[in-house]
């Protein structure tokens, strides 16, 4: 049982290049986030998805892309990277309702950007 | 707007020590609260969560919560901690239309041997 896997695990980017990370879960389940992870910032949302083909803005959407075309994907992009964008970023999933509550987390990608 | 505060950003504890994390929230009606515990290099993972009934709920690795309404807070307290235990600690409230999860900036734990 996988849970949530993201992958790349790591990767450095210089200035201005693109790239994707691809978070997948097994677990069936509807909503689906993306956060990223700053020292003493605790953790913050850059988008999220409530279901396949949906996807909507979090709290730093700015400079980062999302899409959900299979309701076990969500990848982010990040069209043009830029240094502020260094961080740790996170992949999660929750079944539907609100009271449910609990996310599952993938282990992490570490992104770089020179 | 919903937010959740924890006030101590590095917290370090002697082995076999209690130990209580503080964590106050904002929001209008009954919250929904989580604790996540992060190991080095990890994803977050689910200690307990607090939606309704008993304000005293039980985790894994022994670990416990008390929601306070009077107090707006949730803290987690362990009787003894190990040196395992030695992790970031977040805690979150349910928020907006959609149930997103608003998390704390952490607390990290240290344990002396």
């Known amino acids: 049982n996988a849970g949530v896997t993201q992958t790349p695990k790591f990767r450095v980017l210089k200035t201005g290049q693109s790239m994707t990370l691809l978070c997948a879960q097994d677990m069936n389940h509807e909503y689906m986030y993306w956060y990223r992870q700053d020292p003493g910032m605790g953790l913050r949302l850059i988008h999220y998805?409530?279901?396949?083909?949906?996807?909507a803005k979090g709290e730093v959407p700015d400079g980062y892309n999302v899409s959900r075309l299979k309701k076990q994907n969500f990848l982010l992009g990040l069209e043009s990277a830029a240094p502020s964008q260094t961080s740790v970023y996170f992949c999660?999933?929750?079944?539907?309702?609100?009271?449910?509550?609990?996310?599952?987390f993938g282990e992490g990608s570490r992104l770089t950007v020179l | 707007a919903q937010s959740v505060t924890q006030p101590d950003i590095h917290i370090t504890v002697s082995e076999g020590a209690s130990l209580e994390l503080r964590c106050n929230y904002s929001?209008?009606?009954?919250?929904?609260l989580f604790w996540y515990v992060q190991s080095p290099g990890q994803g977050l993972q689910l200690l307990l969560k607090?939606?309704?009934?008993?304000?005293l709920v039980q985790g894994i690795k022994g670990f416990e919560a008390e929601f306070k309404r009077s107090q707006s807070s949730f803290n987690l307290r362990k009787p003894s901690v190990h040196w395992s235990d030695a992790a970031e600690y977040f805690c979150?409230?349910?928020?907006?239309?959609?149930?997103?999860?608003?998390f704390g900036k952490g607390t990290k734990l240290s344990v002396k041997p």
């Open positions: 999660a999933s929750r079944i539907e309702g609100i009271s449910s509550g609990e996310l599952f």
């Open positions: 979150a409230v349910v928020g907006g239309s959609q149930g997103n999860l608003i």
């Open positions: 929001y209008g009606a009954t919250p929904y």
């Open positions: 998805s409530v279901g396949e083909g949906t996807t």
């Open positions: 607090y939606f309704s009934g008993d304000t």
